[in-house]
């Protein structure tokens, strides 16, 4: 091979200017670079040698030269531009590393640019060319919002392509089936059951078989379509199927899934009895499915069969039994019972077929004899006794069966006490280890035998014995049985035990939580005793709670402990917690409720000296003695409160002046609770209410606008002073509510009080208005709802509306009695009702719900019903609602209770019918 030149000694490359690599090269002129056109090119001599090979016809692969030398890493063998001895040092390296960090530096600065760009170009072309998917993204995110029985209400896709239209149509068509066929599916599934048509005299040959089975095929083919016909519509068709095969033997079918798994499944459970004829189960699946195949005739065959196969299986006799009548199933237990004279559930099905009681009786005694140890069997013959030979057969099943506890129990409660005690003895001697016994011996002491106080010695000494037999006590299985020694009347063995395993197994730092845990669960499960003796176990380990003595209080009132025990439990908690107020004031509330004035004062003089700056013990003084017609010494009473200067003794003060009509003295106090109080606002409204029943409206118009000042934050006297204004000039009213919510932005009761304004000028334009602008402020208020929608007249529009406020506002008292309102006006009483039981559920303290439910009820409901929310009001108790607050809060109603002015509230509501 020819070597190559040196690399100085090679010509350069083609355009090769020497220097220009380093910048040693001059400036060019128009001359040098010549006219402006493509300057021709010398060829490169390889590339020359190159197209000669080729024109030569020799393959240029073939002759190249793949040596080392030959080889560059930039462009590969035969492509170098250096020389072929050229080694690639490390300051070649070092170049390219730099161009690299250059190349990357320039490619971070135009990336974010860069980036920016492609987003726009993809954003547009996205809006140009929107995706699928794009399309489809708001209605993807709707899709959380579904709910399970709108996903199971959506219908299943079906395939509409043409292939399988075509197949449908083709399967729908109906084709007369050859009789090869038929004969055919006649031999392999055999759907008859019993099929007692005979061929007549002289057809009986192979030929006139094979034509009556062809018959008898097309008639199951053709009771099958019918079937068909029938289920495509529901059950209803026109077409009567039985009706129409009047002509043909009735066959009794209950057919589960196709004639082919059918036929499978009797080929698998054949396989089974061939494989295995002993195996029980087999045989009664063979059974039950020909059962279920209508094929009864075949079924009573395969259990006989059974039977004599495997005579030791309980269970084949049984199925055979279910299989046949009485008297045939009579007849194979007793082959049953001479194969297994143990079997207790073939005996009892034997005494279950028997209608007469002494031939019961009979096959009882029978069985007892080859069982005498069967618990079953002897309840079964004790039950058909009369109660003295029920106690001659428990004396021997005793003797049978020593270990039954059940056994003993029943025979002690057939005996005298006297006796009775002594079973119950020798059943503890039997069975030292279970306690039923114990609990037995003391219920007979409680019930039977007039000794009350005899379980508190049997319970613990119960206890002691079964501890010594290692037997562990368990306490919640201890407290069941307490509950059942309460049902069944014997609360002493109730207490025994409670008393007795309370403590057991409880951390000392748990006990009072667990204790209470236990009471609430007795009284959810109605055990009133139980609960009540785990409630004194607690109070007398923990006299210094108040929270446990409340709780008894609590179960002696609402589950009929009679006044004295009520009295006694508040007593001894007092007692105990002479500093908690809660207690006195439920005693001498207690003690007023039993007519008992004097004792009330004595227990709320006590509680005087207890708590001498109880600021609620004098107000219950002051109740007590205003309830009782002594406003003298209710004034006593406040006069001495005062002293400890407590806003509300000043309050409740100046409230029995303004009862008992002193306006002087009324005027007085509040002079003196302003001085004492100038940011309480309620004095502020009092003294101004108090101007405006004297006639003195510039003197109230300064009050409110004093109080203002003191308490701009106060809405209801917002709203005191702008009705104040209304009498005199609308406008100023409006101008004093628009300067009320600037200081109260989005307050419901502002935007209400002027919206009502407009309403009473007659302003309808403004309503429209102001309602608007409330919206934007409160969108979400009931209140508001529930004026928009009884301004709203059109009966559409205003079922429209409740429907959007409540989506608006879920569950909205106000709301939900609007909505009932316009029911009543349908005549929809029911519905009525529902609603407002439903705004007193959702707030009980709402008076008006209270209030339009007993009128209801006095118009279209019972006095049992009346009765009941009379009752249900009580207890609530409601104190809102702006009826309400309008009757109750009226001077000339202080001293009607809830009753009462529930009744006034709903005579004053007015009619929906008629509005």
Not at 475 to 483: F, G, M, S
């Amino acid at each position: 091979m020819m070597e190559r030149p040196a690399w100085l000694d090679q010509d350069g490359p083609a355009n090769y200017v020497a220097g220009i690599g380093r910048g040693a090269t001059g400036f060019t002129t128009r001359s040098d670079i010549g006219p402006a056109r493509a300057a021709a090119v010398a060829p490169d001599p390889s590339q020359l040698a190159m197209l000669a090979r080729k024109a030569n016809g020799e393959d240029d692969q073939d002759n190249q030269d793949y040596s080392e030398a030959q080889y560059d890493q930039f462009e590969g063998y035969g492509g170098s531009f250096m020389a072929p001895n050229s080694i690639y040092d490390s300051e070649d390296k070092e170049a390219d590393d730099i161009w690299e960090s250059i190349d990357r530096k320039m490619d971070e600065k135009r990336k974010l640019r860069r980036e920016e760009k492609m987003k726009e170009e993809m954003k547009k072309i996205l809006q140009e060319r929107p995706t699928i998917s794009s399309q489809f993204a708001d209605l993807k995110s709707e899709l959380s919002k579904v709910d399970y029985s709108e996903w199971d209400s959506i219908p299943e896709i079906g395939d509409t392509t043409q292939r399988y239209k075509k197949k449908a149509k083709i399967e729908g068509r109906l084709m007369p089936a050859p009789d090869s066929l038929l004969d055919r599916a006649r031999q392999v599934n055999q759907m008859t059951t019993s099929m007692e048509t005979k061929p007549e005299k002289g057809m009986d040959t192979p030929m006139a078989n094979d034509l009556l089975g062809v018959g008898q095929g097309k008639k199951q083919l053709l009771e099958l379509k019918m079937q068909k016909v029938t289920d495509n519509v529901s059950g209803q068709t026109n077409v009567d199927p039985k009706g129409y095969l009047t002509s043909m033997s009735s066959t009794t079918k209950s057919v589960t899934g196709t004639a082919e798994e059918a036929s499978m499944a009797r080929l698998l459970f054949a396989s089974a009895r061939q494989t295995n004829p002993q195996n029980g189960p087999a045989w009664i699946g063979s059974v039950r499915h020909e059962r279920e195949q209508g094929k009864i005739g075949q079924a009573k065959k395969l259990i006989l069969e059974a039977c004599e196969v495997c005579p030791n299986h309980q269970d084949i006799w049984l199925e055979a039994v279910s299989l046949h009548d009485a008297e045939h199933g009579k007849v194979i237990l007793a082959k049953g019972i001479k194969h297994l004279p143990k079997s207790i559930p073939l005996w009892l099905e034997a005494v279950a077929l028997e209608s007469d009681k002494n031939a019961k009786r009979k096959v009882l005694r029978k069985a007892l004899e080859v069982n005498p140890t069967s618990e079953k069997l002897w309840k079964a013959a004790i039950s058909l006794e009369e109660p003295e030979d029920a106690k001659i057969l428990l004396s021997r099943a005793v003797e049978c069966l020593p270990k039954s506890v059940d056994m003993w129990i029943a025979l002690q409660n057939l005996e005298t006490v006297e006796q009775a005690r002594v079973v119950l003895n020798k059943a503890r001697i039997a069975i030292p280890t279970d306690f039923s016994i114990w609990i037995a011996a003391s219920e007979l002491e409680e019930l039977r035998g007039n000794n009350p106080s005899r379980p508190e010695l049997l319970i613990p000494k119960a206890m002691k014995s079964l501890v010594s037999q290692g037997i562990i006590i368990d306490r919640e299985q201890w407290i069941n049985e307490a509950e059942n020694c309460e049902k069944k009347g014997a609360k002493m063995t109730c207490k025994a035990i409670i008393r007795q395993v309370i403590d057991l197994n409880i951390e000392e730092e748990d006990r009072k939580r667990v204790w209470v845990e236990d009471a609430e669960a007795c009284l959810s499960r109605s055990s009133v005793e139980t609960a009540r003796t785990i409630l004194e176990h607690a109070v007398t380990v923990f006299p210094g709670k108040k929270s446990l003595w409340r709780k008894l209080a609590d179960l002696e009132k609402k589950h009929g402990g009679s006044k004295e025990t009520i009295e006694a439990v508040l007593k001894k908690a007092t007692t105990y917690c002479p500093k908690a107020e809660i207690l006195w004031l439920m005693y001498a509330k207690e003690k007023w409720l039993n007519n008992d004035v004097k004792g009330a004062r004595d227990v709320l003089e006590n509680a005087f000296n207890y708590n001498p700056d109880s600021e609620q013990i004098w107000l219950a003084a002051v109740k007590l003695e205003k309830e009782n017609n002594e406003p003298g010494r209710a004034r006593l009473i406040l006069s001495k409160a005062r002293e400890n200067n407590r806003e509300k003794v000043w309050r409740r003060s100046v409230q029995l002046e303004r009862e008992l009509g002193n306006k002087e003295e009324e005027r007085q106090l509040l002079e003196e609770c302003l001085k004492k109080y100038p940011q309480s606002p309620k004095f502020w409204m009092m003294k101004g209410e108090l101007e405006e029943r004297s006639d003195q409206m510039e003197a109230a118009r300064e009050t409110y606008q004093r109080g203002l000042k003191n308490c701009p934050q106060c809405v209801p006297l917002w709203i005191c002073a702008s009705r104040l204004e209304e009498k005199t000039s609308v406008s100023r009213a409006r101008s004093l509510l628009e300067k009320a919510r600037v200081k109260n932005p989005k307050n419901e009761d502002l935007w209400l009080e002027s919206i009502r304004i407009e309403r009473r000028d007659e302003n309808s334009k403004a309503v429209q208005t102001t309602l608007a602008k409330a919206f934007q402020e409160c969108p979400v208020s009931g209140i508001l709802w529930a004026e928009a929608i009884e301004l709203e007249s059109n009966p559409a529009q205003k079922r429209h509306k409740i429907m959007d406020a409540l989506k608006k506002c879920d569950n909205n008292p106000h709301i939900i009695v609007v909505g009932a309102k316009r029911l009543w006006s349908e005549r929809k009483f029911p519905s009525v009702r529902v609603w407002l039981d439903r705004a007193i559920n959702a707030d009980s303290d709402f008076g008006d719900a209270w209030a339009y439910l007993f009128k209801l009820e006095l118009q279209q409901g019972t006095e049992e019903s009346q009765k009941s929310v009379l009752e249900r009001c009580i207890t609530a108790a409601p104190r809102h609602g702006e009826n309400w607050r309008r009757i109750s809060k009226d001077v000339a109603n202080s001293h009607l209770k809830t009753p009462e002015i529930l009744k006034l509230v709903a005579s004053q509501l007015p009619n929906p019918l008629v509005s």
